[in-house]
């Protein structure tokens, strides 16, 4: 089951005796423990039979017994631990297994361990899957999230523009949870029969739609020397909206792509978009940038881009700031 499947099987009350969530993305996590927390039970009830511990004040002896209790005012008691990762795993885990052999039906328990994995090979990760619910919530891929914004205002029945998807990906990167907290901004903001675009993200999150990063990456495929150098210009006066390590990753990225667009056999539109993962608006653009950089001149363009992310983690750079070496770094791949 994923995130949305879950919540749904909780709206319809569907309930299990045991959610174990757990993975390096906190996002779901959260949200699907913060839904149990708010819905299950109603405010009279929770006084009574919610309970929620945090894992390194507990261990899963109380746990366990808190969870063969039967509930006093509802059918059902909750109890839920957040930040369950520093609960002892390796040395307890046999209790929580006998638990889940036998567990108590009128019991929601909720495990909420984040940052990290659980090993799936474990006997109670198995019992768990068999008579509940265990969901792993999977980092995101820098690539994945300008579809993963789109798909998620596309289910709150909203639109964005595939530029201002890929602006919020290329500024926030993969906390989804502080993504959502702009998109939020964005949907209390912009009316709902508008496109959200880049004039909307600068208005309301505040990233530039002229000054950022994938405009300097637009304007170096059509050699637009001035329109970089004015981009460059403003990250070396604004040094705090685009660190240079965050710019040669995402110019790196883009260079990448451009070289596997050489190498495509079947450069269609659509064959395109599926091998770069890209979406079919940006096709034209490494079309356009594939004329101006060869195949050998975007391998130079990538080792330069190697040569500065050195730089930019303060290597060998001396006294030279971030912004003279951007300069620098740009000037070397126009010309």
Same mark, same amino acid.
């Given at each position: ?26 996002? @779901? ?26 894992? /390194? ?29 520093? #609960? ?9 297994? /006998? ?7 009128? *019991? ?11 090993? /799936? ?7 768990? +899957? ?40 290329? @500024? ?15 949907? #209390? ?52 909206? +685009? ?8 110019? *790196? ?39 101006? @950089? ?30 003279? #070496? ?10």
């Amino acid at each position: 089951m994923d995130a949305n499947q879950i919540l749904t099987a909780l709206k319809s009350k569907d309930y299990q005796p045991i959610y174990l969530l757990y993975g390096e993305e906190s996002y @779901y996590i959260d949200l699907i423990t913060d839904y149990i927390a708010d819905h299950v039970l109603d405010e009279s009830q929770k006084g009574f039979d919610q309970t929620v511990w945090y894992g /390194k004040d507990t261990d899963f002896i109380q746990v366990v017994n808190a969870a063969r209790r039967f509930p006093m005012m509802a059918s059902h008691q909750v109890i839920i631990v957040k930040e369950a990762q520093n #609960l002892k795993w390796k040395t307890e885990e046999e209790i929580l297994l /006998k638990y889940l052999e036998n567990p108590m039906p009128s *019991t929601i328990l909720v495990l909420a361990h984040k940052h990290g994995k659980l090993d /799936k090979r474990k006997k109670f990760m198995k019992q768990a +899957a068999k008579i509940g619910v265990v969901f792993e919530s999977e980092k995101i891929y820098d690539n994945k999230v300008p579809a993963w914004v789109t798909s998620f205002l596309r289910e709150r029945g909203r639109r964005i523009h595939p530029q201002a998807a890929l602006l919020i990906a290329e @500024y926030l990167g993969t906390n989804i949870g502080k993504v959502v907290n702009e998109l939020e901004k964005l949907l #209390l903001n912009v009316p709902k029969e508008h496109e959200i675009n880049l004039q909307d993200i600068e208005r309301f999150i505040g990233i530039s739609k002229d000054f950022n990063v994938f405009e300097l990456n637009t304007a170096l495929g059509k050699k637009d020397v001035l329109k970089a150098f004015q981009i460059v210009d403003y990250f070396a006066a604004n040094p705090k909206n +685009a660190p240079l390590v965050m710019i040669v990753g995402t110019m *790196t990225g883009y260079f990448t792509k451009l070289l596997r667009y050489h190498y495509l056999a079947d450069k269609s539109p659509q064959s395109v978009a599926k091998e770069l993962s890209v979406h079919p608006f940006f096709v034209g653009e490494y079309e356009m940038a594939a004329r101006h @950089y060869n195949r050998r001149r975007t391998f130079d363009v990538i080792h330069i881009l190697q040569e500065y992310d050195v730089k930019s983690k303060g290597v060998d750079v001396g006294d030279v700031d971030q912004g003279e #070496l951007l300069k620098e770094m740009v000037f070397k791949i126009l010309y």
